[in-house]
């Protein structure tokens, strides 16, 4: 079982920014991928970025060029630098991962709020 911490939430001004991060509780080597989704309400969890173990940063078209993910592989963390935050962007944002065996992991969100 891999526990996930998230913090870094909160309100900002449209314009402003915020950095979330999500520590993983897990063997280093046994994570594959670590990502970030959010939820708006009244709508479907959606993509944000992920950062695989063996390959290149994958943002969401939404948010290219003003969110940067980042990964600290010797404390399993992950963080979500975002900048130039829009009402758009607020909602609920959850840090997943997947470990070796393909199974992938949540964590309990971090509400972020942007005021216009």
């Known amino acids: 079982q891999v526990q996930l911490v998230e913090s870094g939430g909160g309100l900002v001004q449209a314009g402003g920014s915020l950095r979330l991060s999500c520590a993983a509780s897990?063997?280093?080597?046994?994570?594959?991928?670590m990502g970030w989704y959010r939820q708006a309400p009244g709508k479907q969890r959606e993509f944000v970025a992920s950062?695989?173990?063996?390959?290149?940063?994958d943002y969401a078209d939404s948010v290219k060029g003003r969110f940067t993910i980042s990964r600290n592989k010797s404390r399993n963390t992950v963080f979500l630098q975002m900048n130039s935050l829009t009402p758009e962007d607020a909602g609920v944002y959850y840090c997943?991962?997947?470990?070796?065996?393909?199974?992938?992991?949540w964590g309990q969100g971090t509400q972020v709020n942007v005021s216009s």
């Open positions: 950062f695989a173990t063996t390959g290149s940063p």
């Open positions: 897990s063997p280093r080597n046994a994570i594959t991928l």
């Open positions: 997943t991962v997947r470990v070796w065996t393909g199974n992938d992991y």
